[in-house]
Structure formats: C-alpha cells, structure tokens
C-alpha cells in the first residue's frame, strides 16, 4: 500500500504533547477512537499489546507502534510530531518526537507487513526525519512523506 494511501491528509498530528509512554498512547488511541467511532479502550488495548512484545521505537527519534486487529475494517494510519521528545527504550536511546502509528484489519493481513517495511524504506534517508520535524503544518508533514514514498524520476 503506498504511503499516500495510508496516510490520507487530515490525518497528522504535529503538536501532541505528551509526557509519557503511556501517555502517548493514550493520545493516539483518543486519536483514533474518535475519528473511527470506536471504544478508546479497544484501540488502546491493541497498541499496549504490541508494545507488551518489545517497543516500537525504530531509533534516530522515530517510533511505529503498530498492531493488526480484527475490529477493523480498513488500514488506519496517523503521523505525529510530539512537542518535546520521549523515551520510548529505543535501541539507540533516543527519545522519540516523530510516531507513526498503524493499525491492520486481521482480515487482510497480507498487506501489513509490506506496509510496515515501506514505511520505513522511506525513513532509511536521513532527510525525511528532519524534514518531518521541520513542517510547519500536518499538510506539509503529509506531502513530505508522501513524495519520499514516490521513486526518483
């Protein structure tokens, strides 16, 4: 699935704030619940259990807390730019400011890994981050994304 299409426009965050990892993730399961109509806890109960597993914490500041489910469906995806960074027991022991949560219907679940590896293909160039954390707007954090999800003409 390309980027573009996990990542609809409206759908970025650039100034959550939270203070913790739990905090965190309640934030992005609020976020979630309310725009889907479903029970915070549901969402909030997928995301700890993948976390419960190891964290999702990619290293250089960026986390993907991700989880398939069978309440779900179609992919949901949000981007989120955190006010001041936190621990999330990254490898490299960053604190994480850059979050891209993606959850997956269990029912098609052949997409969700490719989708989890191209994400973070286009994370591999050094740029994106920092471009991600310099938009001014969710917009321009979207279209950034989107067009290092585009190949080289």
């Known amino acids: 699935m390309a980027i573009a299409d996990l990542f609809p426009a409206p759908d970025g965050i650039l100034s959550l704030s939270p203070k913790s990892k739990s905090d965190l993730f309640e934030m992005l399961a609020?976020?979630?619940?309310?725009?889907?109509?479903?029970?915070?806890?549901?969402?909030?109960?997928?995301?700890?259990?993948?976390?419960?597993?190891?964290s999702t914490a990619l290293g250089r500041g960026v986390a993907m807390p991700h989880a398939r489910v069978d309440w779900l469906e179609s992919p949901v995806a949000v981007l989120a730019r955190l006010t001041h960074p936190i621990d999330l027991e990254a490898r490299d022991g960053e604190p994480v400011d850059l979050v891209f949560l993606v959850l997956w219907?269990?029912?098609?679940?052949?997409?969700?890994?490719?989708?989890?590896?191209?994400?973070?293909?286009?994370?591999?160039?050094?740029?994106?981050?920092?471009?991600?954390?310099?938009?001014?707007?969710?917009s321009e954090a979207l279209q950034t994304l989107q067009a290092a999800d585009r190949p080289a003409p």
């Open 30 to 54: 609020a976020e979630v619940a309310a725009r889907l109509g479903l029970p915070k806890d549901d969402v909030l109960e997928a995301i700890l259990a993948r976390e419960k597993l190891g």
């Open 105 to 138: 219907p269990e029912a098609a679940s052949e997409g969700f890994l490719p989708a989890l590896s191209n994400i973070c293909r286009v994370l591999r160039d050094n740029q994106l981050p920092r471009q991600l954390r310099r938009a001014r707007s969710a």
